[in-house]
């Protein structure tokens, strides 16, 4: 779907929750390839076995991921990612773990250099099955003022 959203229709403490996903051993069998992490954290069930967790986990960087495409429901041709802040891995995540995302809209402030842009923060959370937060950071978007000029 699309939909414009100008800077001035973000609200402060708006939230929105999308469905949850389940992480499997083929979704970190895949993003190993992708991105050649192959250490035994995450491959070597074995290994695994006699270390702290007991058994593989998921990549820190897949579940970012993941979240992040979790929370790309619709899509605002007025906006468009600036980056993330404050990355943070809480907690592992597992084969079998299902996580669901909250996203808030924490802050928003006027581009220091782009008149015609405000930056919206998004705090994005991912949580597992427990309700244990496993992710924590901040989306940072760039989104034309109503009345802004082409960039």
């Known amino acids: 779907m699309i939909r414009s959203l100008f800077y001035e229709d973000y609200e402060t ?9 389940t992480i499997t051993e083929t979704d970190i069998v895949m993003h190993a390839g992708q991105t050649g992490d192959f250490y035994p954290h ?7 076995k006699q270390q702290d ?3 593989r ?4 960087t897949l579940i970012f991921s993941v979240a992040v495409g979790m929370t790309a429901g619709e899509v605002n041709p007025e906006a468009f990612s600036y980056g993330y802040d404050r990355l ?5 995540v ?10 808030t809209v924490n802050e928003k402030k006027d ?3 782009r008149s015609e842009y405000g930056i919206v923060s998004e705090r994005c959370e991912a949580f597992n099955q427990h309700g244990d937060t496993v992710l924590v950071c901040d989306h940072l978007l760039m989104v034309r003022k109503r009345g802004g000029t082409e960039a």
Do not use: N, S
């Open 88 to 92: 943070r891995f809480i907690k592992p």
């Open 57 to 60: 986990i998921a990549h820190g």
């Open 13 to 21: 403490g708006t939230v929105r929750e999308p469905f949850g996903r």
């Open 42 to 48: 995450h491959m070597d069930a074995e290994w695994c």
């Open 111 to 113: 581009h220091p250099r």
């Open 53 to 55: 967790f007991g058994q």
């Open 94 to 103: 597992f084969i079998g773990d299902t996580i669901r995302v909250r996203v």
